[in-house]
């Protein structure tokens, strides 16, 4: 017996669907928006809300220190504006060396974005010549540094016949031995100096201390004769003995400053920068090892001497054959 539906249940079914409130097509629209830009706007708005507070605070500082720095003599006054100069130059130096190693290091990634990592197959057999040549036009027109990293490379790769017959292109030589940190990273990167700039400053600063404190004791002088004020010259010894370490704390901070920025910032980056592009070339690149040469030629050596066995017991069965024909 075939159920019918009561008018009641068809009126139920037809029915139309509720209507989606304002709400929430609204926060489905957003759903379906990427937020990647509010995250940058937030930490703009965050890095230039913390410079103006930083600004304010530098006002605010100076300001209050406005009688302590007229008690600076102008000799540590002067030191400390050339320490603050030269630790400014010396990062802004820096910071350009690091973005022209880092240029130098993405040209020659992007060369190499467009190649596949070297397959199993081609890890066994090597690279054909079609993909070498393309390596070639592509990368080999890089100029500079990066055209003189795939020359380092091209001269470690070799043609090489394995024993089974495929034949492809190997690098023979590791990748940090073709790409050397000091070719990739310090021709760009002067991290020896960078990393005696922090105690340059602060000998520096300790240097302009002792200065002002020695021009200072070269104005105490001693009278026997003037029984009321034999010492003159020690109140200006006294007076502005704060001030004359203010060059070496000064120092102390533009050092800690810098040497986090070159941790940090410069060296960090371009240590990371250096491993990423050996890996690449590492996946592109199929090595040779020393220990598969060594198997090949024992391979090739069994091969031999399994056919000069082979090629003896003929030789022998021939003979036998021979010697009993002549017999019969």
Same mark, same amino acid.
């Given at each position: 017996?075939v159920d019918?539906?009561?008018p009641?249940?068809?009126?139920a ?5 509720p209507?989606?409130?304002f709400?929430r097509k609204t926060?489905d629209?957003l759903?379906?928006?990427d937020f990647q830009?509010?995250g ?5 708005a965050?890095?230039w809300?913390a410079?103006?507070l930083?600004?304010?605070?530098a006002?605010f500082a100076?300001?209050r220190?406005k009688g302590?720095?007229?008690?600076i003599?102008?000799?540590i006054?002067?030191?400390c504006l050339?320490l603050i100069?030269m630790?400014v ?5 820096m910071?350009?060396?690091r973005?022209?190693a880092?240029d ?7 060369? =190499?974005a467009? =190649?596949?990592p070297a397959?199993d ?5 090597g690279?054909?010549q079609?993909?070498?040549?393309? =390596?070639?036009r592509k990368?080999?027109a890089?100029?500079g540094?990066p055209?003189?990293w795939? =020359?380092a490379?091209e ?10 017959g495929?034949e492809?292109w190997?690098l023979?030589?590791s990748?940090?031995e073709?790409l050397p940190e000091?070719d ?8 020896a ?5 922090p105690?340059?400053?602060?000998a520096l600063?300790l240097?302009a201390?002792?200065?002002?404190i020695?021009?200072a004791l ?15 010259g ?6 502005g003995l704060?001030?004359k ?14 040497t986090?920025l070159?941790?940090k910032?410069?060296?960090r980056?371009?240590r990371?920068?250096?491993d990423t592009?050996?890996?690449?070339c590492?996946?592109v690149?199929?090595f040779?090892?020393?220990?598969r ?9 069994v091969a031999?001497s399994?056919r ?9 069965t ?5 010697a009993?024909?002549?017999?019969g």
């Amino acid at each position: 017996m075939v159920d019918v539906p009561s008018p009641s249940d068809v009126v139920a079914e037809r029915k139309p669907a509720p209507e989606v409130t304002f709400f929430r097509k609204t926060f489905d629209r957003l759903a379906e928006h990427d937020f990647q830009w509010a995250g940058t706007l937030f930490k703009l708005a965050f890095w230039w809300g913390a410079a103006f507070l930083a600004l304010i605070l530098a006002f605010f500082a100076l300001y209050r220190l406005k009688g302590m720095l007229s008690a600076i003599p102008p000799v540590i006054q002067a030191a400390c504006l050339i320490l603050i100069a030269m630790a400014v130059l010396l990062t802004r130096s820096m910071l350009r060396e690091r973005r022209r190693a880092l240029d130098a290091h993405n040209r020659f990634l992007a060369a =190499l974005a467009d =190649l596949k990592p070297a397959t199993d197959a081609e890890r066994t057999a090597g690279l054909p010549q079609s993909k070498i040549s393309a =390596l070639r036009r592509k990368v080999g027109a890089l100029p500079g540094k990066p055209g003189e990293w795939w =020359l380092a490379i091209e001269q470690s790769m070799e043609y090489y016949t394995s024993p089974t017959g495929n034949e492809g292109w190997f690098l023979t030589r590791s990748v940090p031995e073709c790409l050397p940190e000091e070719d990739v990273v310090d021709s760009f990167y002067n991290s020896a100096f960078h990393q005696s700039v922090p105690g340059i400053l602060t000998a520096l600063g300790l240097l302009a201390t002792f200065v002002a404190i020695l021009m200072a004791l070269a104005g105490v002088t001693y009278n026997p004769r003037d029984a009321m004020r034999p010492v003159s010259g020690i109140d200006q010894l006294i007076n502005g003995l704060s001030g004359k370490f203010l060059s070496s704390i000064v120092a102390l901070i533009l050092s800690i400053v810098f040497t986090l920025l070159e941790k940090k910032i410069c060296d960090r980056q371009l240590r990371n920068s250096y491993d990423t592009l050996t890996k690449r070339c590492r996946d592109v690149f199929p090595f040779l090892t020393q220990s598969r040469i060594l198997l090949d030629i024992q391979r090739i050596a069994v091969a031999q001497s399994h056919r000069a066995n082979t090629a003896e017991q003929r030789a022998n069965t021939v003979e036998q054959r021979a010697a009993a024909t002549e017999r019969g």
